[in-house]
């Protein structure tokens, strides 16, 4: 039995509300994240949310899909007069499965069939470079040099369909037939809406209520998800966000030697200007990250050549903040 609970966003009570009801579940933009085909969430960045220890923030792109969803309703009555749609102002949760959604928009089609909108704001950089599925045709640029498609196919990403595709589930018992995803591309000087239809496939949904099903499984036993080196730098930090004194001997751990020597030479390969933006700054990074996750609460590593410290720091500026720090120094031959 789905769980209808009314919300406006806009209230302050009723967004405390939301937060707490969203708490509980693996909610629709939370799904492509534990499927591991989020481009910047990870099943850990999740498990992380779930325990309270990171806190989703409220960024300005977020604001601005916020701002902008009257925008999209306004595009869609312009672009799809045979829709009728309003905001929804619905959480929906299966109790059983512990899975949520906040559609943006309930619509209706010509033929009486219910349907939900996900509306997205799209950077038009972001729009060529994510939605735009295989060659598109142009033969002219705007005053400022972005590029007008015309005549594309257009594809929504695969993080959206299934979080369109989780909402039209959860509202199946209401009648929901169909989902969709409407991005309004923008720019400077110009807007454009490009709606995508999402297929409701069965077996895809057999897959994510199975993948929740074990995330939630092992959340409830305290396992850790896999670690994706490359995004889970803050998780790891909020899930150990202190040492503990302990040192640990890692002088048997190969991978742990090999990750620390590829640390040591890519410090050697990275220039005194642009440190921050070179590849080799990411790939320490990673590897940092790595051995965090070895390391968890421990202040120290230690290896046949090398010592390695994640140790918290303290700093008072505008405000005192406190992090932990890692290291490495060379202790021997």
């Known amino acids: 039995m789905i ?7 806009r209230k302050p009570l009723d967004r405390i509300r939301w937060l707490k009801l969203r708490q509980q579940d693996i909610t629709a933009s939370d799904v492509a994240a534990i499927l591991g085909v989020h481009p910047k969430r990870t099943a850990m960045t999740v498990y992380a949310q ?3 220890k990171l806190g989703s923030e409220d960024s300005n792109i977020m604001r ?3 701002w902008f969803e009257p925008a999209i309703i306004e595009a869609l009555a312009d672009e799809r007069p045979d829709l009728t749609v309003y905001p929804a102002k619905i959480y929906l949760r299966d109790p059983e499965l512990r899975i949520g959604a906040t559609p943006d928009f309930i619509a209706t089609d010509e033929d009486g069939r ?4 996900e509306g997205k704001i799209v950077a038009r950089p972001e729009f060529l470079k994510h939605w735009v599925n295989g060659v598109f045709l142009s033969d002219q640029d705007d005053e400022v040099g ?3 498609p015309f005549g594309i196919d257009i594809k929504a990403p695969l993080w959206y369909e299934l979080q369109a595709l ?4 959860l509202d199946e018992e209401s009648g929901c037939e169909w989902a969709m995803v409407a991005p309004l591309a923008v720019d400077a000087y110009s807007a454009s809406l490009h709606p995508v239809e999402v297929p409701i496939v069965e077996s895809a949904w057999d897959f994510v209520k199975e993948r929740v099903a074990d995330f939630w499984d092992r959340f409830d036993a305290g396992r850790v998800p896999d670690l994706n080196p490359a995004l889970d730098a803050k998780a790891l930090a909020a899930l150990y966000p202190s ?3 302990s040192a640990l001997d890692l002088s048997g751990d190969e991978e742990a030697a090999q990750l620390v020597a590829e640390w040591e030479s890519l410090d050697g390969d990275l220039k005194a200007l642009d440190r921050l933006h070179q590849p080799e700054a990411e790939r320490i990074k990673a590897i940092k990250t790595e051995l965090q996750a070895k390391m968890k609460n421990a202040t120290s590593i230690r290896m046949r050549n090398f010592e390695v410290t994640w140790k918290l720091q303290h700093r008072k500026e505008t405000a005192a903040t406190s992090f932990r720090v890692m290291r490495k120094k060379r202790i021997g031959a």
């Open 166 to 169: 989780t909402q039209a589930k």
């Open 146 to 148: 972005n590029v007008i």
């Open 243 to 245: 040492d503990d004194g």
């Open 3 to 9: 769980e209808r609970h009314v919300i406006d966003l």
């Open 114 to 117: 219910r349907g939900v909108i």
């Open 50 to 52: 779930k325990l309270g």
């Open 64 to 66: 601005r899909g916020r």
